[in-house]
């Protein structure tokens, strides 16, 4: 999961839960736009630098502050799209979170973006399966894997 | 008919969209049995292409698939 657009978030969220009731062993790997997503919305930590402070106030914090990639028309358009997911029974990307947990999806976070945006381990999402890595360990799971798909 | 297909359990899926209907079902099956069957009943018409899928999959069988009236019904048998 690369992006931090809200369709592309619960696209990818959906296809993760569907495949593990396919029976397939699930991971996503969140990094750079993505990795904001994971933030808690509910946590504050304090001592970061100044370019820090910047990411974490400019960037969503946490699944309700997401936007669409498309006709989000400062805020109106994805204020729309979430009523009428609403409407249509469509899960939300916190209640779809929620059901991956449920479903031992794994998720791993880039530890470099976290880095480059001034993220703490400690205003991420609480998440029963959360790894904090990089690369490797993204490919470790790839190679292993019949589908791999890059959102 | 369906009178011959002895129902376990009853998996009510009307009105969810995509996923809901097969990770609740993955999940109900796990509620009986190999060799017990699920009645799921969903209103999603995408789901006549997904159960199958889904079961195919998974290493579940679909017995029966019975339409009527915009609810679609999919008898399921745990196989694994």
């Known amino acids: ?48 630098d100044f370019m820090g402070k910047m990411f974490g106030t400019m960037l969503p914090k946490g699944v309700c502050e997401v936007k669409l990639s498309k006709m989000n028309m400062a805020g109106m358009g994805t204020v729309m799209m979430k009523s009428l997911m609403k409407k249509k029974n469509v899960a939300s990307l916190e209640q779809m979170l929620e059901l991956a947990a449920e479903m031992d999806v794994r998720i791993y976070i880039c530890e470099m973006s976290m880095d480059l945006m001034g993220f703490k381990r400690e205003e991420m999402i609480e998440y029963p399966n959360l790894t904090f890595c990089g690369v490797a360990k993204f490919l470790e799971e790839a190679q292993n894997s019949k589908v791999q798909l890059f959102i | 008919m369906t009178e011959d297909i002895k129902v376990d359990k009853v998996v ?63 008898y399921i048998e745990r196989k694994a």
């Open chain 2, 12 to 74: 009510d899926l009307k009105g969810m969209p995509c996923p809901m209907p097969i990770v609740k079902v993955s999940k109900g099956i796990k509620d009986v049995e190999v060799g017990q069957v699920i009645e799921a009943i969903t209103t999603d018409p995408g789901a006549l292409a997904d159960f199958p899928a889904w079961a195919k999959t998974s290493g579940n069988e679909i017995l029966k698939t019975d339409q009527q009236e915009g609810l679609i019904k999919f």
């Open chain 1, 1 to 48: 999961m690369f992006s931090g657009d809200l369709d592309k978030a619960l696209a990818s969220l959906i296809i993760a839960t569907g495949a593990a009731a396919m029976g397939m062993d699930v991971v996503m790997f969140f990094t750079f736009w993505g990795t904001p997503i994971l933030r808690d919305k509910g946590k504050k930590v304090g001592g970061k």
